[in-house]
């Protein structure tokens, strides 16, 4: 969660890359987020989008 907050707009190789976790296990912690509003996928299309924090999230912090 925190490498998504401080580099928003970035994808999943870029946060593998950052933290060394493996894709999968950024994949898992990513659909747990989005299915709890916590981030949102921004763009036209998955090569170019990336991973924002939530307007909800970001309401509360």
Do not use: C, H, W
């Not at 990513?30 to 763009?43: C, L, M, N």
């Amino acid at each position: 969660m925190e490498a998504i907050a401080n580099n928003e707009g970035k994808r999943v190789p870029d946060y593998v890359n950052l933290t060394g976790i493996s894709g999968s296990t950024i994949d898992k912690y990513i659909t747990k987020f989005r299915k709890a509003q916590i981030i949102a996928f921004s763009g036209k299309a998955t090569k170019i989008g990336g991973y924002y924090i939530s307007e909800e999230l970001r309401n509360v912090l």
